[in-house]
DNA sequence: GATCTCGTTCACGTTACCTCA
DNA sequence: GTTGAGGTAACGTGAACGAGA
């Protein structure tokens, strides 16, 4: 089961930014901006923890504590953005990217990587309570199934035989079915096992379109009524 | 062509900080 | 004011991969 697309970091992502044309040497000046600077806009001020590179720098040799940067509104959603066109960045569009939101690309790699990160976790959270739907569905059945057979015990009849109403064949016992809804025995084959999740190539948002109720109603047996 | 080294990127797990109830 | 939970930016690590020697 494939989340990512296969080979999402080939394709290329086109961010306009104004006054400003991607060439293949990234700027030198990119690396020299401010993580903790106020972006330049009319909003997020307030989202910003002040402090300078210094800390930073000296944080990841044991010097003081790092401090947490908040991404203004306008930021996360661009980023959103991105990561919807592309999971993945190549070091141009990364930045170029980075340029544009007033980042450095290591924390526009770092939020892409904690967003596939979190995506993969909504998506296997997503597929954890779709299993345990498909469990009780699958379970419910079985009950069904076991009682109809003690019904038939009781009725003491032969062999289960019904005739088809297409051929007007008898059909064997195999290929019978229980509908949940009526509680009728048909001729749909039964559920061959849990269906596969088909989400590769899609965002969390569009997950749950996928595996939501409506999918999963679709995928009961009810639908042979 | 095979091997080694180096740099880059990624996934994954974890830590640290911030916000909020 | 304190505290615990949840969210998330940032970090550490190992694996995979490609380029160059």
Redesign the pocket.
Known sequence: MSI?PASS?SLELTISVPGFSSSPSAPSYVRDLD?NQVPSGDQGEE?W?TGCMED?EE??NGGP???????TKEQ?RLLEESFRQN?????KQ?EALATHLKLRP??V??????????S?LKQTEMECEYLKRWFGSLTEQNRRLHREVEELRAMKVGPPTVISPHSCEPLPASTLSMCPRCERVTTTALDKGPPRITTANSTATTLSSKVGTPALKSRQPSAAC
Do not use: D, G
Not at 87 to 91: A, C, E, K, Q, S
Not at 109 to 118: I, L, T, Y
């Open positions: 990512l970091s993580i989202e923890i930073e944080s990841s504590p790092r401090k947490k940067l908040r991404l996360s999971h993945t960045l190549n070091p990364k290591r924390q790699e770092v939020w892409f990587q904690n967003r596939r990160a979190r993969k």
